[in-house]
Each structure stands twice: as C-alpha cells, then as structure tokens.
Nanobody, 123 residues
C-alpha cells in the first residue's frame, strides 16, 4: 500500500495550492480519504475528508470555505484544493485512507498514511 502526496511548496498569503495524493496497493474506492496537517511543535490536525464516492465532505471551521477535497476513483487520486492561504496554514500535509469511515476526524482511525508534503505560506 502506498499513498504518494505531492503539490506542496512555498506560496504567499492569499494564494492557492492544490495537493494530490495517488494511492496504490488497495481498492481506492473502498476507502474514505482524509487530509491532515501537522505544524512544527503542534499536534496533527484534521483538515477534511471525502467519502467513498465523493458525494460527501466535511471540514473543520479553520479551513471551511477555503479548502475543497475531491477525488477521482478512476485515477486513484484525492485532491486538496487550498485557496486564500494564510501563514497559519503552514504545515506538512498528509493524506490518509480509512475503510470504515465512522470516525473521520480521528487520525487514529485511518489505516494508511502518505508521507506528507510541506506547505509553507509566507506573510
């Protein structure tokens, strides 16, 4: 099983980035997908999730209205579109896969994790 995240980089405040996460080694459409982030010295934070077929998403208040998750099951890929970025969005972003989908905000519920991609937002 492999989750390969990419698309991170340096962006100015107010800018946008799109992260991608390509999955392999398991049946992608059988898993909900989540995005988390972890800033230096902080706990891993839930950023959002998308259900198995892409019809339902959920975001915390900190990113709602700015971040959008989508998925393409034909390409085994999940995306995180990030707009209106703020310096406090700076973190390593991780994608994760969860087969049950009953505790989508809980990092411990996820079965597989990607390696993370760094997003840095300058002020």
């Amino acid at each position: 099983v492999q989750l390969q995240a990419s698309g991170g980089g340096l962006v100015q405040a107010g800018g946008s980035l799109r992260l991608s996460c390509v999955a392999s080694g398991y049946t992608f459409s059988n898993y909900v997908m989540g995005w988390f982030r972890q800033a230096p010295g902080k706990e891993r934070e839930f950023v959002g999730f998308i259900n198995w077929i892409g019809t339902n998403t959920y975001y915390p208040d900190s990113v709602r209205g700015r971040f959008t998750i989508s998925r393409d099951n034909a390409k085994n890929t999940v995306y995180l579109q990030m707009n209106s970025l703020k310096p406090e969005d700076t973190a390593v972003y991780y994608c994760a896969a969860d087969q049950r989908g009953d505790r989508v905000t809980d990092a411990a519920a996820y079965d597989y994790w990607g390696q993370g991609t760094l997003v840095t937002v300058s002020s």
